[in-house]
């Protein structure tokens, strides 16, 4: 899903076709479309391999970056109503792009650049606003 992101090919859109008995001898077809709106954040919650592979990173820092990236997108939809990072499409695409930035300087064993350090601080931001609004419902109660 990262490199389907990265590369702005997510497209889970797609149309079911299910037949549906409604009496003994009787069959309808039924359509269910599901757009990338709202098929992504069930997908993302579901239980992926990704999130599993992350838990096994054995680096405390690059972990909790990879982690705090996979949250982002879990919520882009949500997020893109309160800042400035744009659609929940394009903050899929650029915070999976900083997820391949972390992975891919662990994996080779060098330090994260600048601008990748910048952007996992980017990331934090979304995560914190999303964070204050979530904790601002809880208070108008």
């Known amino acids: 899903m990262f490199q389907k992101a990265h590369s702005n090919t997510v497209e889970p859109d797609e149309t079911d076709a299910q037949r549906v008995q ?9 359509l269910y479309t599901r757009t990338f709106e709202e098929e ?3 997908w993302w919650r579901s239980l992926s391999e990704l999130s599993v592979d992350a838990e096994l ?9 990879v982690l705090l990236c996979m949250l982002v997108m879990n ?18 695409r650029n915070v999976a792009a900083v997820g391949f930035a972390v992975l891919g ?3 080779r064993a060098t330090p994260q650049d600048r601008e990748t350090r910048a952007a996992v601080t980017n990331v934090g931001h979304m995560q914190a606003a999303f964070d204050k609004h979530v904790q601002s419902l809880f208070e108008r109660k």
């Open 75 to 92: 919520e882009a939809p949500e997020i893109t109503k309160l800042g400035p990072w744009g659609t929940h499409r394009e903050i899929v």
């Open 40 to 42: 992504f954040p069930l």
């Open 57 to 65: 990173i054995t680096d405390d820092a690059t972990r909790k970056e």
């Open 22 to 30: 409604i009496a003994e001898d009787e069959w309808r077809e039924v």
């Open 105 to 107: 300087a662990w994996l």
